[in-house]
C-alpha cells in the first residue's frame, strides 16, 4: 500500500508490503492513471451487468428481477407521499393461452417470434400508462400501472391492451391469433410490498385461468383461500398415493341383448381417514392440475389389472375391464408402455382390457395419437371414446382413429325418449356406430323407458343405475352370477332396475 509521505528528488516513499521503496513521482503517476481507468471501466461493467440481470435476454424486457426492483420503487416512493390521497397503483400479469400447444405444433421458434411480437405490441400499449413490461418467465408478461384511478379503471385499461395484443400475426407462414389472460392486484389494498402484490396478481391470472380462455380478473382474497386448499388437497393426495388410500370400484356393463354382464368400468374412489368414501369430483381436478393424475392413472391400471385375475382365480370367467387414460396421462410417452407392462405382470389377455379416452386426447397433436391408437390395437387392448358427442370433432375422430367401442354421453341419454332432438342424436349415433363395425355403449340408463329406447335401437351395450350403481369388487362376482341366471332363464329382456345400488353417492 503506497504511503502518504513524500520525500525529496521527485521520489514518493511507498510501503510494498514489506519493505519501504521508493517510487519515482512520473512512475506513480502513471500506476494511478492506470488504476483509475481500470476502475472506471470496472464500474461501467458492473453496471452493464446489472442492467443485464434486469433483462430478459430473447425480447429485451425487463424480466422478474428487473420488474420487482422498479414495483418496489414506486411503491416506495408512493409510501413516502400520503398515498391515501394519491389513485392506486396496479400490476397486471398476463400469459398467452395455450402457449404449450404452439410450440409443440409449430414448434419453438415459433413460439419465440410469438413472444417476441407480443412483447413488442405490449410495449406499444403500456408506453404511456406503465412503467415498461416485463416478460416473468416462458409466456408470462406483466407490467405496473400507476396512477388509473381503480380496480375498474385498470380492468378496463387491461381489457384495452389485450385485446390490442390478440390481433392476428402471421408465425411461420401461418395466421395465428393469439389469447390472453390477465390478472390485477392494486396497492395497497391487495399488497403493500412488491412481492406479495405480484403473487396475488399471478393468483388473479391463474383464477382467470381456471374459467377459460381469454379472461381478466382482479384479486380476490378468497382466490389464495381456493388456491391454499388446492394446495392442501394436493399434499393429501400425496399422502393417500403413499398410503393407498385409493380404491377401486365397479359398475358392469350389460349386454342388451342377452342382460348379461359384459364387462365392467373401473371408477376411482379415494377412501378419506376423516371424510369417508370420496367421488373423483372432489379431486381429480387438483389431481389433473398438479400432474398427479399421471402416477394416480398407473395405479389404476395396476389395480384393475390384478382384479381382474382376482376375479378369474374365484372361478369368473374373464370380464373386459374399461379404464379412463386421462388426456395428460395420454399425452406422456411411455402411457402404451405403462399399459403393456401391467398387463404382463398380473397376467392378463390385452383383449380384456379396454382404455377409455375422451375427444380431448386429439385436440394437441393428433398424429401422436394416432400413433398410440394403433399401438394399443396391435397389442389386442381395445380402444373406446368416452363421452362421444360432446367433444369437437366427433365425426371426424370415428373417421381417422382405429377405436373399437363409442360410449353415447350420458347427457344425450338423460332425456330420452322423450326429448325428440336427444332421441334422434341417440339413434343417430348408433346408426353411424354399427355402420363403422363399433361397438356401442349407452351412459347414465336410469330408467326402463331409456333401456327400452337404447334396446329398440339394437344399442350394444349400458350401463348405468338401472342395472347397478359402481360397487366394491368383491360384490361383482354376486352380480354376474345374477346376470348369468337370468340369462339363462330368458329374463334378460325384462331386467329389473338397480339389481345392486349399494347405498353409494349418486355421482359415477
Known sequence: MFSRFAGRNGLWVAWTGHSLRAVPLGT????????GGAA???????????????????????????????LQSV??????????LLPPVAVAVVDIDRFRWLNESLGYKAGDEVLKVVARRLEGCVADRGTGVARMDGDTFAWVMPGLGDRAAAARFVSRVVDE???????????YRPTLSAGIAVYPDDGAEAGVLLRHAATALHAAQAEGRGVIRTYDPAMSRRFQEQFHLESELLRALANGEFVLHYQPRVQLSTGAMSGV??????QHPSLGLLPPSRFIDVAEETGLIVPIGEWVIHAACRQVKQWQAEGLPPLRVAVNISPRQFQRDDVVAVVAQALEEHGVDPAWFE??????????????????????RRMGVCVAIDDFGVGYASLSTLKHFPVDCVKIDRSFIRDVPASPEDAAIVSAVIELGHSLRLRVVGEGVETPEQRMFLEARRCDEVQGYYFSHPVP????????RNMSRREKSGAGASLPGCLCTA???SEP
Open 265 to 270: 368400468e373401473a371408477l376411482l374412489r379415494w
Open 40 to 70: 472506471f471501466a470496472l464500474g461501467i461493467a458492473a453496471r452493464a451487468w446489472r442492467k443485464l440481470r434486469r433483462r430478459d435476454r430473447l425480447t429485451g424486457l425487463y424480466n422478474g428481477r428487473g420488474l420487482l426492483t422498479r
Open 28 to 35: 506513480l503517476a502513471l500506476t494511478a492513471a492506470w488504476c
Open 503 to 505: 347405498g353409494l353417492s
Open 473 to 480: 369388487p368383491e360384490k361383482i362376482p354376486n352380480l354376474w
Open 75 to 84: 411503491l416506495t416512493a408512493r409510501a413516502a407521499d400520503n398515498a391515501d
Open 165 to 175: 395484443v390478440c390481433k392476428g400475426m402471421t408465425v411461420g407462414g401461418r395466421l
Open 355 to 376: 382404455v377409455e379416452i375422451t375427444e380431448q386426447v386429439f385436440m394437441g397433436n393428433i398424429d401422436e395419437a394416432n400413433r398410440k391408437i394403433h399401438a394399443f
